[in-house]
């Protein structure tokens, strides 16, 4: 059965997408079978894996009941790899949801207040059950709203990437409170942080072995050994439409990478 591992952080510029983006690359390189799911309405893992923003190939229609999620996948160049690509009109489905919360709210049946809460859980439902996959990742937007929430009750996991700055250190909390509310809850009680992966980490700065440390004493082992470093190389290949793997092979962002990938299979016993 693969594992749905939501990846999040409400704060921006971290490194979210290109974790995405990467991980999935490595993933496949490494011969796992990876559906990568962009719920960003500024769709750069779907830019950035080098396919076209195309109109109504997220999943708003499959919220809306107009298709199922299986209908939007679609291939992409690199080895292993799957996407459900995102575009503009995701946007939209922040306001439905928030429509949907507000009838739940004004008297709606049970039956409407579940689908408020699990409609992508229900429509993972054929990839969760059959062979297809390996594992699925899926890109969160960089925020805690109603998109985010209803990938962190779908998912088996929350993979948080955190820069290794303070601003970073002081919003993790928000997203781990809200994994910690979903589990005791009873909504998602099985629910589990996959890891922490350290980002834009710079060895030249007293600063970025600083909050690693920080991070490690607070997370244990649940931090990745593997540290993402701040590289040009890793920010230039998504406007080339690669991921590093294929943009630069052999460099430290690509190594990087791939000893992250190595962690996470073997996390997820893809070994």
């Given at each position: 059965?693969?594992?749905?591992?939501?990846?999040?952080?409400?704060?921006?510029?971290?490194?979210?997408?290109?974790?995405?983006?990467?991980?999935?690359?490595?993933?496949?390189?490494?011969?796992?079978?990876?559906?990568?799911?962009?719920?960003?309405?500024?769709?750069?893992?779907?830019?950035?894996?080098?396919?076209?923003?195309?109109?109504?190939?997220?999943?708003?229609?499959?919220?809306?009941?107009?298709?199922?999620?299986?209908?939007?996948?679609?291939?992409?160049?690199?080895?292993?790899?799957?996407?459900?690509?995102?575009?503009?009109?995701?946007c939209a489905a922040e306001v439905e949801l928030a429509r949907m919360s507000f009838d739940v709210d004004n008297g709606e049946t049970d039956e409407n207040r579940e689908r408020h809460l699990t409609w992508?859980?229900?429509?993972?439902?054929?990839?969760?059950?059959?062979?297809?996959?390996?594992?699925?990742?899926?890109?969160?937007?960089?925020?805690?709203?109603?998109?985010?929430?209803?990938?962190l009750i779908a998912a088996h996991g929350l993979l948080i990437p955190l820069q290794c700055e303070y601003y970073s250190l002081e919003g993790i909390s928000s997203i781990t409170d809200l994994m910690e509310?979903?589990?005791?809850?009873?909504?998602?009680?099985?629910?589990?942080?996959?890891?922490?992966?350290?980002?834009?980490?710079?060895?030249?700065?007293?600063?970025?072995?600083?909050?690693?440390?920080?991070?490690?004493?607070?997370?244990?082992?649940?931090?990745?050994?593997?540290?993402?470093?701040?590289?040009?190389?890793?920010?230039?290949?998504?406007?080339?439409?690669?991921?590093?793997?294929?943009?630069?092979?052999?460099?430290?962002?690509?190594?990087?990478?791939?000893?992250?990938?190595?962690?996470?299979?073997?996390?997820?016993?893809?070994?």
């Amino acid at each position: 059965m693969p594992r749905v591992i939501a990846i999040a952080n409400q704060k921006g510029g971290v490194g979210k997408t290109t974790t995405a983006v990467n991980l999935s690359a490595c993933l496949g390189a490494l011969g796992k079978r990876v559906l990568l799911i962009d719920m960003d309405a500024q769709a750069n893992c779907t830019s950035g894996l080098g396919l076209e923003k195309t109109p109504n190939e997220s999943l708003y229609p499959v919220l809306l009941g107009e298709s199922t999620l299986e209908e939007k996948i679609k291939e992409t160049d690199y080895a292993g790899v799957s996407l459900i690509p995102s575009e503009f009109d995701l946007c939209a489905a922040e306001v439905e949801l928030a429509r949907m919360s507000f009838d739940v709210d004004n008297g709606e049946t049970d039956e409407n207040r579940e689908r408020h809460l699990t409609w992508l859980k229900e429509a993972l439902q054929p990839i969760v059950n059959g062979p297809r996959f390996d594992v699925v990742l899926i890109d969160c937007p960089p925020s805690l709203g109603k998109l985010t929430l209803s990938v962190l009750i779908a998912a088996h996991g929350l993979l948080i990437p955190l820069q290794c700055e303070y601003y970073s250190l002081e919003g993790i909390s928000s997203i781990t409170d809200l994994m910690e509310k979903l589990r005791t809850s009873g909504v998602n009680k099985n629910l589990e942080l996959t890891g922490v992966l350290m980002t834009m980490f710079d060895s030249r700065t007293n600063l970025s072995r600083l909050v690693v440390s920080e991070v490690r004493k607070h997370f244990g082992d649940k931090v990745f050994r593997t540290v993402i470093p701040r590289a040009t190389r890793v920010a230039e290949s998504p406007s080339h439409g690669k991921p590093i793997l294929y943009y630069d092979p052999y460099s430290a962002g690509s190594a990087a990478y791939e000893g992250t990938s190595k962690e996470l299979a073997k996390r997820l016993g893809l070994e």
